[in-house]
């Protein structure tokens, strides 16, 4: 990190990420989703515990202040990342386990008090426990269907003559679901989380934008590639949002009932 607080180049490989940091040094991360207010601990190397809670907060302010950066700047932001070494496992899960985090949180949070409400009025069992498993079988599911995009991605690049690489395509599903997870904070209140359809619709606006810088996407075929990501992430999702309502169904006649 260089000291106006921007995001350093990427100095080690994800093959260089797993080696063990000296005794009183910083872990060196890479650059993709790198935070920027602390240093980013090693994917496998655990911090002592005498700084596991302050790092780990500042890690994933660090991860929020990088999607703010995206969302704010989309084209400027992928054009520095566009060539950072990175690695699968990095992306998912120090870049977008930390930010489909949010949405579980805000979801968890306002299904409690929502389902509180009915209390008074006979709504009667383990709402906890149904309010838990629906909150995080749709974390699980957000981080699985960024990557099921990106896969989508890469596999649809060389029929709109674009470049087939894999972990480029990754970043860019990355990308696109940022500011769906960033938006997600809106579920703390239930009956405005139909508003992240705003953050998908940006998202969107991001794989546009990002589609000629990160795969080389002719201009012209662009729109055509777009369109057939979101045909493609529609039917994931239909298939998603089918094992989330059965699922949460089950639980609910489980641990849930009425007087």
Wanted: neutral net charge.
């Amino acid at each position: 990190m260089n000291e106006n607080g921007s995001v350093d180049t990427l100095q080690e490989t994800g093959v260089a990420a797993k080696s063990v940091p000296n005794s009183g040094s910083s872990p060196k991360s890479l650059r993709e989703f790198a935070p920027t207010d602390a240093p980013t601990p090693s994917p496998v190397v655990q911090p002592s515990s005498a700084s596991t809670s302050s790092g780990a907060a500042g890690f994933i302010m660090g991860t929020i202040n990088s999607a703010i950066a995206l969302v704010r700047n989309p084209v400027s932001y992928i054009t520095t990342n566009r060539d950072a070494p990175t690695t699968t496992r990095w992306i998912m899960v120090n870049y977008v386990a930390v930010l489909a985090a949010i949405p579980f949180v805000a979801t968890l949070i306002g299904d409690l008090w929502y389902y509180n409400l009915f209390i008074p009025l006979g709504f009667v069992g383990n709402y906890v426990a149904f309010a838990f498993v629906s909150a995080f079988l749709t974390y699980i599911l957000d981080v699985v269907g960024v990557y099921v995009v990106g896969l989508v991605i890469g596999m649809l690049a060389p029929t709109f003559g674009s470049s087939n690489d894999q972990i480029k395509s990754l970043k860019l599903a990355a990308f696109i679901f940022t500011p769906v997870f960033l938006i997600g904070v809106l579920d703390i209140i239930p009956l405005l989380g139909v508003l992240t359809i705003l953050g998908l619709l940006y998202g969107l606006y991001i794989l546009y934008l990002g589609l000629p810088i990160m795969l080389g996407t002719p201009k012209e075929r662009t729109v055509t590639y777009v369109v057939a990501v979101v045909i493609a992430t529609f039917v994931i999702y239909l298939v998603i949002g089918a094992i989330i309502s059965v699922v949460t169904v089950a639980a609910f006649h489980a641990g849930v009932g009425f007087l």
